[in-house]
């Protein structure tokens, strides 16, 4: 049974930095993409940044040069380190493992006050 474990929301002051964590679990997780998406109220998910098997990363423009991922396989999670943290960054924030199948983590809240 494959389980993502996100971790590390809270709330914060714009200009403030938060860290996420995502426990994978059920999947071998060096083969797997491994994502960030988030959800606002009233807007649906996007994407907010991923890191695939080898390493490489992307990222949306809403969030470059403030938002890292990273990903430890010898612990199975994977990290984004959000900072310069902004009002509108405020969402659920989902981890996402994709290969030949996409799991989904429950999510996490984020609330950047202004």
């Known amino acids: 049974q494959v389980q993502l474990v996100e971790s590390g929301g809270g709330l914060v002051q714009a200009g403030g930095s938060l860290r996420l964590s995502c426990a994978a679990s059920?999947?071998?997780?060096?083969?797997?993409?491994m994502g960030w998406y988030r959800q606002a109220p009233g807007k649906q998910r996007e994407f907010v940044a991923r890191?695939?098997?080898?390493?490489?990363?992307n990222y949306a423009d809403s969030v470059k040069g403030r938002f890292t991922i990273s990903r430890d396989n010898a612990k199975n999670t994977v990290y984004l380190q959000m900072n310069s943290l902004k009002s509108e960054d405020t969402a659920v924030y989902y981890c996402?493992?994709?290969?030949?199948?996409?799991?989904w983590g429950q999510g996490t809240q984020v609330t950047v006050s202004s």
């Open positions: 996402n493992a994709f290969r030949s199948a996409k799991y």
């Open positions: 059920g999947i071998i997780f060096s083969m797997y993409e």
């Open positions: 890191v695939s098997s080898d390493g490489s990363t």
